[in-house]
């Protein structure tokens, strides 16, 4: 991590900041590859350090070869002030990790140092993703399709959709997957126009739409893909539904370019939706960015700020919810090239009749 390390420095430098402090596991895991549920670092040109407890002394050991690891033996300020890591009176901090009582606690403890807040300070370093990020995301999201794969034939009018969503969560690790990146969403017949409905209990009808949204992390790295299946014979309006939707995430795939503003690709997918006669119903982002979350930069919005950028890696995902009827959504997580995406996705965005 030198050369992202001397990145970060020199925004520090352009900032004022003698020393960051980062609280953020994921930035921690992206920065050193330490997976511990309990870590600080502090970074500064003349002495920087990953500091955790006792728990992860070895584990430590083999996840942390780019800087010093420290055994904190009471609080993590209480060991930054008596092993002198601190360097210089001015100590920034992740303005949107650290609580503003936690913030006030730093400064009583550290006399004589200046707390700066800075809000997204590692953003524009993680956005854009090296080859070995992308091939941990890649193999994240193969192992997704293949989970994917093996549990459609599992649904039947005797499952449920917890149950569904329970084998997907098994499957992902018995594949080699960490975790899931998020809980996997399985909803059907009306509940799958609920965008983020937590899989119930309920088993699965004939003629209805099922929503499946799943992903995994691999090497720290995170995988989002939906697709949107048939059990049995549906009515005409849904299967209409599902193509549109299809055509409009196809419309955002093939449009999408570097240097484009991520709000003008939602306006071109939005459009084609408004113009099908369903824009009132699609109403959250085109998508966002992946890496070490699975929710960050870019942000594909009607007022996202943020630009595709070659090696930036996120969702499109359009979808339309027809509230009391069903719902439709397709999602890939794409790489930007130089002159437009690959999906990581392979399996059929055809419409699969169980």
Not at 67 to 82: A, H
Not at 294 to 322: A, Q
């Amino acid at each position: 991590m030198s050369q992202e390390l001397e990145s970060l420095f020199r925004k520090m430098f352009r900032l004022g900041v003698d020393t960051f402090m980062v609280s953020d596991l994921h930035v921690i895991r992206w920065l050193t590859g330490f997976s511990g549920s309990n870590a600080r670092v502090l970074l500064n040109r003349h002495h920087s350090a990953l500091f955790t407890d006792f728990r992860y002394g070895e584990q430590v050991k083999h996840e942390v070869d780019s800087m010093e690891s420290v055994i904190i033996q009471n609080s993590f300020v209480d060991t930054f002030v008596d092993g002198g890591y601190l360097q210089g009176k001015k100590l920034g901090i992740q303005a949107e990790q650290v609580t503003v009582y936690d913030a006030g606690q730093l400064g009583e403890k550290l006399k004589g140092v200046d707390i700066v807040p800075v809000h997204g300070f590692f953003d524009e370093f993680r956005e854009l993703k090296n080859e070995l990020e992308i091939a941990w995301m890649k193999q994240a999201a193969a192992i997704s399709e293949k989970v994917f794969e093996e549990i459609l034939p599992l649904i039947s009018t005797e499952a449920t959709e917890a149950e569904i969503a329970a084998e997907i969560s098994y499957r992902h690790k018995r594949y080699g997957a960490e975790k899931d990146s998020f809980d996997p969403i399985v909803a059907s017949g009306i509940r799958s126009a609920l965008p983020h409905a937590k899989p119930a209990k309920k088993t699965f009808s004939p003629g209805n739409l099922i929503v499946i949204d799943m992903g995994c992390v691999c090497n720290g790295y995170a995988s989002d893909q939906t697709r949107t299946v048939a059990f049995g014979r549906i009515p005409d309006e849904a299967r209409k539904i599902y193509e549109i939707t299809r055509e409009a995430q196809q419309l955002g795939i093939e449009a999408a370019r570097p240097g484009m503003p991520a709000k003008e690709l939602d306006a071109l997918v939005r459009s084609y939706i408004d113009k099908s006669g369903y824009g009132e119903f699609f109403g959250h982002g085109l998508g966002h960015g992946v890496g070490v979350e699975v929710h960050e930069k870019p942000r594909l919005g009607k007022t996202s700020e943020d630009y595709l950028l070659s090696g930036s890696v996120f969702t499109i995902e359009p979808g339309i919810y027809l509230p009391e009827k069903f719902g439709v959504r397709i999602e890939d997580t794409v790489v930007m090239g130089k002159s437009g995406v690959a999906p990581f996705q392979r399996f059929t965005k055809e419409l699969i009749e169980l």
